[in-house]
């Protein structure tokens, strides 16, 4: 357990980085001069804001070149999830509008929800994995995504086939 010293000291340090300040904690000392804990490698770096939003369709696809069972003609109940990030926030205090993000990927989901992915561009040549799926979600949503504040980006997607099989996409 900490000392009191050595716990108000570390409560500062998270209060510097909370208020966006940069620290390094890997080189940070508690008040005794000792090395203080070290915090998750997450934290090291700029701060950033995430915000992500999920949507889910239904559709069929076929896995050409696939040996095994996914090369006949299934479905899936698909989960999509984008995330977004950025240092900053606009005036109003939002990474990105909620609202803005769910009509983009709801649009996007329009394209494919009850269809059968082989059949739609850009799945008529590719293969339909969920690895697919995920790239193409990152690109049309990278294309219709307009006034993010500067800095602002889309860190990731992530498309998910089943509750426990996903791939995600990032560039």
Known sequence: MFGVAEAND???????????????FDTAQNAGGTPAPRKPAILKGKAMFQVSVDESFSA???L?????????VHGH???VRIILEGPGLDSIGLL?????????IREIVGGVDHKFLNDQAPFDV??????????????????QMNAMPEGARIARVT???TDTTSATYWS
Do not use: Q
């Not at 050409?64 to 006949?72: D, F």
């Not at 990105?96 to 983009?104: A, G, S």
């Open 10 to 24: 570390d409560r500062m340090l998270w209060r510097r980085r909370l208020a966006g300040g940069f620290y390094d």
């Open 60 to 62: 069929g696809h076929a």
């Open 64 to 72: 050409r070149g696939y040996k095994g069972k996914c090369e006949n």
């Open 77 to 79: 109940n698909y989960k």
């Open 96 to 104: 990105y509008d909620f609202t803005h993000l769910k009509r983009v």
């Open 126 to 143: 590719i293969n339909p994995s969920a690895e697919n799926l995920a790239k193409f979600f990152y690109d049309e949503t990278s294309r």
């Open 159 to 161: 498309v998910w086939e």
